[in-house]
């Protein structure tokens, strides 16, 4: 694998810039998104009965964007618009509350879950304890939190390092991420810069600084939206297990390509691909 430039990236608090104000402001997100976390007003909502409060809101998105500069900064307009259409995409995906509902129905998809369905009475806790720097708190679980659902204790350890200088705060407390909107997307934003051997980045693979190995290529493995899929669910998504539900984040892809008004790029699908490292 060759990545032309680090994406191993710390967030910069003192940055006071992004480009995501170029391409969305409030009153499209708020279009894009009218059924986020705890703002439905579907009449079999799962947060029916609770107090409204905004949470994933434009603004937050904004804040987050500016702790990582290279976020939707690389590649020039036409990379840009691509990365921030293939990041919405997957983020709706991620956080859609129901199948049925993918584009074209506006109901459910698209931040409506704040964490993954069925927690926390779930016994799945997402706890990995081979990778001994990172290693999970007894009674806590690292389940999908986040508009891109950030899952295992390896990836809240290395996230809260990055964010907080400290392993141990989102180890220890997992559930900050459904407290601090900030924080909740910024740890989707970490999660999209930051490459993981021996997957890349999907911000390297979508602005086009990825180089596949001849690994890679074997695998099938080409820049383009399908690798980044590779990366978020490759296992469970992509090559052999390619179902409906990959076809979605498709869907997807499209529908903010379109609404972004640039062209999807290559190699959009991983249909024909094996998981990173195979």
Known sequence: MKIKNSDTILPNKSNKETNLTKYLDAKNWNRLFPNRFHLSKLSDSSFKGLPKREFYSFDAFVEAAKLFPVFLSEGGDTLQRRELAAFLANMSHETNGGWDDAPGGMEKWGLYFVQEKGFPNSQFNYADTIRKKWLPVEGKSYHGRGPLQLSWNYNYGQFSE????????????????????????????????????????????????????????????????????????????????????????????????????????PNAECSNQKQFGK
């Open 162 to 265: 990055a964010y907080f200088g400290n392993k141990q705060i989102l180890l220890d407390n997992p559930d900050l991420l459904l407290q601090d909107s900030v924080l909740c997307f910024a740890s989707a934003i970490w999660f999209w810069v930051h490459d993981q051997y021996p997957k890349p980045s999907c911000h390297a693979i979508i602005t086009s600084q990825w180089e596949p190995s001849p690994k890679d290529l074997a695998g099938g493995r080409l820049p383009g939206f399908g690798s980044v899929v590779n990366v978020i669910n490759g296992g469970l998504e992509c090559g052999e297990n390619h179902s409906d539900r990959t076809k979605y984040r498709y869907t997807f892809y499209q529908y903010f390509c379109n609404y972004l008004h640039v062209g999807e790029g």
